[in-house]
Nanobody
Framework: QVQLVQSGGGLVQTGGSLRISCAVS????????MGWFRQAPGKEREFVAQ???????YYLDSVRGRFTVSRDNAQNTMYLQMNSLKPEDTALYYC?????????????WGQGTQVTVSS
């Protein structure tokens, strides 16, 4: 059974930094695309960043240059380093894992981690 367990997050002032982690168990995640999503109150969930099996990355325009997604295949863990945080980054952040290596199908999800940026 694949499980994604998130850690990190919290409350930070504008301009601060946070890191959130996503540890995967039940499957070696090397080769699978992993992603981060977020959902703010009253808004739909949106894509934030992803790291593919080959290590390539892709970001939401509004976080590019401030956020960095990375993965440690030996530890089965993905990270999201968030710098220069803004109040509009406040949301519940979720990690996700694709169920296949040949296409991106996010079928496994973490429990969510709150990130709050105060102005």
């Amino acid at each position: 059974q694949v499980q994604l367990v998130q850690s990190g997050g919290g409350l930070v002032q504008t301009g601060g930094s946070l890191r959130i982690s996503c540890a995967v168990s039940g499957r070696t995640f090397s080769g699978y695309t992993m992603g981060w999503f977020r959902q703010a109150p009253g808004k739909e969930r949106e894509f934030v960043a992803q790291t593919a099996g080959d290590g390539s990355t892709y970001y939401l325009d509004s976080v590019r240059g401030r956020f960095t997604v990375s993965r440690d295949n030996a530890q089965n863990t993905m990270y999201l380093q968030m710098n220069s945080l803004k109040p509009e980054d406040t949301a519940l952040y979720y990690c996700a894992m694709s169920s296949t290596t040949t296409a991106v199908r996010y079928e496994y999800w973490g429990q969510g981690t709150q990130v709050t940026v105060s102005s």
